[in-house]
């Protein structure tokens, strides 16, 4: 009588756990530079659309001498059309300022977001670029980040509630 050696076939439960965390691994790796990619992505869309609308008002005020007087939401795709929602109020897109800026703007609004992000204070969101005219005409925008660049020309920035930062150009 002859003893059979019977071969295993299949994986053993280690093996599977050693895969399975392996490739949860890989996937949360993925996830993370995915996430890093889109926050860049929405970066640039406000610098450049920013960038834009500098240049627009210095133009303006070559033209009209002065800025616009009214103050807004820069740029289009705003959820609701605002911009800035939270406890210190509303910024929503003026449909004025649009109408200031037609002359060299025209229908061609960049898009400075489509989607509002908390910036680490209760409550408050913020997306894209909002002009104001007091104290002084200036374009405040919000980047997702702390320490990010704000690359527009004499533009400056500061981290604000520990999750964005907040970028100013004086014009």
Known sequence: MSIKNSAKNGFTIVELLIVIVVIGILAAITIVAFNGVQQKARNTQVISGVNAYYKAFKQYQTLEGDFPTNIGCLGKGYPGDQCWIGDSGAKAVSAALDNELSPIVGGNKPTLATSRFPIGIANNMRAGAVYF??????????????????????????????????CQINL
């Open 133 to 166: 005219t007091t104290p002084y005409p200036r374009i405040v925008y919000y980047l997702q980040g702390t320490n990010q660049s704000c690359s527009v020309a004499g533009a400056s920035g500061v981290n604000e509630g520990g999750v964005v930062t907040q």
